[in-house]
Each structure stands twice: as C-alpha cells, then as structure tokens.
C-alpha cells in the first residue's frame, strides 16, 4: 500500500496482485483435500517430498563437513548412510508417483506442464544421483568413473563433463544439480496447487440437476 492508500505501484505490486489473485492462500495451502485422495496412490508424491527434505538436509551436513568427515567420523558414517538410504527411497517414491500418475493420465485438464516438470525432475534426480555415486571416494565410484568416460566421450561432452574429476562433479552435485531439482519440484508444486490434484478417471461429480457426470478435471 502506498502512503496514500492507494495500491502498490511498480512491478513488485504488480506481481504481488497477480500471485493472490492466481493463487490465493486458500488455494495454496487448502486445509481439506478431495475424498478420492484416501487412495494409497496419492500418497507417494508426499513420500517423495519427505524423502528430498531429508536428502537435501543430511547433504548440506556432508558438504559442510567435507569428504573426509564422512570416510573418518563414525558421525560422519551415519549421515553419509542415512544421505544414501534417503536418495534411495526418494527415487522408489519418484518412480512409483510416475509410474501412478502415468496409468492416471494425469495430463488431464490442463495440467500437461505439471506432468512435464515432474517428468525432467526425474531426469535430473538420475543426474544427481550418477554424480552422487561418482564421489563417493571408493572402489564403486571409480569403476562407475571409468565406465562412464568411455560413454561420454563418446558422445562428446567429456571435454565439460570430466567425471574422473572429483572436484568437477562434487560442485555439480551438491550445487548445480540441486539447484535445478528443487526449482523445478518447487515449480511442480505450485503447478499442483494451480491446477488441482488430478481425479481418478472414472471419479463421478453430482451435476446440477442432481445426475452423475463424470468430473472435468
């Protein structure tokens, strides 16, 4: 509000307008959800979210301490596990929201770009666990390492991405690999809260005249 009282000018009001009026609070944190949301399939898209929570923190922990903490410490030991049993269940819930919103064609009332970032969050999930695994400082790391080099080079982009270098793909993992999965898990929430969560297929809705119909999601 200006001194005035008038509406905020400038382009900080004007996007502060446009965000309430697309989503307002209620709409962006809603308090009760849809009863078809019992079903066991809308629950693995929060697993997920739990699983990254957990992934990104036990992370922040290991790249404040540095590689030898977690090859020395038996603190550091139990973070390094507690980081890897979380990528771990973090990619099996990715995988089954995938696999489950796919057979729910949940594409459905425009929601295609939300099913779009969801799509390349999995693929730069794969990106950050591949380099996850190449710096982990161990016989399994250089055999991937050496593995993978041959392929790359292959496809020429080895003159950038030089996975025998350690230092290389730390930054690309615990820096730009993150960055870019939680912009774009933060973009495929918000596409959620503005689309809705999508309806089974088959989910009826009373019409006006008091009928079933099916639901237009």
């Given at each position: 509000?200006?001194?005035?009282?008038?509406?905020?000018?400038?382009?900080?009001?004007?996007?502060?307008?446009?965000?309430?009026?697309?989503?307002?609070?209620?709409k962006l944190l809603p308090d009760t959800q849809p009863a078809y949301m019992a079903?066991?399939?809308?629950?693995?898209?929060?697993?997920?979210?739990?699983?990254?929570?957990?992934?990104?923190?036990?992370g922040g922990v290991l790249a404040l301490?540095?590689?030898?903490?977690?090859?020395?410490?038996d603190t550091g030991k139990y973070?390094?596990?507690?980081?890897?049993?979380?990528?771990?269940?973090?990619?099996?819930?990715?995988?089954?929201?995938l696999w489950g919103k796919f057979f729910m064609a949940a594409w459905r009332g425009r929601r295609?770009?939300?099913?779009?970032?969801?799509?390349?969050?999995?693929?730069?999930?794969?990106?950050?666990?591949?380099?996850?695994y190449l710096v982990q400082q161990n016989f399994d790391s250089q055999w991937i390492a050496g593995q993978a080099?041959?392929?790359?080079?292959?496809?020429?982009?080895?003159?950038?991405?030089?996975?025998?270098?350690?230092?290389?793909?730390?930054m690309w993992h615990i820096v730009l690999l993150p960055f870019v999965l939680c912009v774009l898990t933060v973009w495929h929430i918000l596409l959620v809260r503005l689309r809705g969560i999508v309806p089974p297929i088959d989910v009826t809705t009373p019409a006006a005249d008091g009928t079933a119909q099916e639901a237009t999601p």
């Open positions: 509000m200006s001194e005035t009282g008038g509406a905020g000018g400038g382009w900080t009001g004007a996007v502060r307008r446009r965000a309430v009026r697309v989503l307002p609070p209620d079903s066991w399939i809308y629950v693995f898209g929060v697993l997920t979210m739990a699983a990254l929570i957990v992934v990104l923190v036990t301490k540095g590689p030898a903490w977690w090859h020395v410490s973070v390094n596990s507690l980081h890897l049993w979380s990528v771990e269940l973090f990619m099996f819930f990715m995988v089954s929201h295609a770009l939300t099913w779009i970032t969801g799509t390349v969050c999995f693929f730069a999930s794969i990106g950050t666990a591949f380099t996850g080099k041959d392929g790359l080079n292959s496809v020429g982009i080895g003159a950038f991405f030089n996975v025998l270098d350690f230092g290389q793909m730390l």
